[in-house]
């Protein structure tokens, strides 16, 4: 683990109680996020759950039917609203921080953890997770192996700004990663 540097923009930002999951895609922010939600007791919020849910439709419909502005303009206002919560676990889309509006709120509203991983690894924990058909659409017109490449550059940077700690899940399970995680933000492991 790592302490990235804050966001010049933000990083003066007053702290809220939330603990915010950020990473590319297939970096575990769901399946970690809900876990880590069970043992800090508190709410599990996940963006990207909540806009699908709302709109009726998955992300690859919103993506194919709306775009991806009207996709990003309906994560801005959910991270505007859940943001305004204290002491939820939340988790964001891959995208997220692409916004300096949702870097700000998210920054201001807790700690921001990066959960990282290889490019190796990411492509294949999205292989093999059955959810990505629905919530994954491509993004750029490249062929998904440039893409995720130019991608993941493009994001790194944008992570390692605004996020407070880096968690490198590089081998690592769920509960590893919770624990690690849970480790940096002073909590005792989990007892089974
Ligand atoms: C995106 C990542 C996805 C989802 C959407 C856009 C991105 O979330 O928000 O497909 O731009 O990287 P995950 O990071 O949970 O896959």
Request: hydrophobic share 40%; net charge positive.
């Amino acid at each position: 683990m790592s302490r990235a540097a804050a966001d010049p923009a933000t990083r003066d930002a007053p702290r809220g109680t939330n603990v915010v999951l950020i990473g590319f895609r297939g970096a575990g922010k769901t399946s970690v996020g809900r876990r880590l939600a069970e043992l800090l007791n508190r709410p599990f919020i996940d963006t990207d759950e909540i806009i699908a849910r709302e709109a009726g439709r998955t992300i690859r419909d919103i993506f194919a039917q709306s775009g991806e502005a009207a996709f990003r303009a309906a994560e801005t206002d959910v991270i505007a609203r859940v943001t305004a919560g204290e002491r939820q676990v939340i988790s964001v889309g891959g995208g997220a921080v692409l916004s300096r509006e949702n870097r700000a709120r998210l920054r201001a509203c807790g700690r921001c953890i990066w959960l990282s991983a290889s490019e190796e690894t990411l492509r294949r924990r999205i292989a093999a997770d059955s959810g990505s058909a629905d919530s994954r659409p491509p993004l750029i017109a490249l062929d998904p192996a440039r893409e995720f490449s130019v991608l993941l550059a493009q994001r790194e940077a944008f992570y390692g700004t605004l996020a407070e700690i880096q968690v490198n899940t590089e081998g690592l399970s769920v509960e590893d990663i919770v624990n690690a995680v849970g480790s940096v933000l002073s909590i005792p492991p989990r007892r089974e």
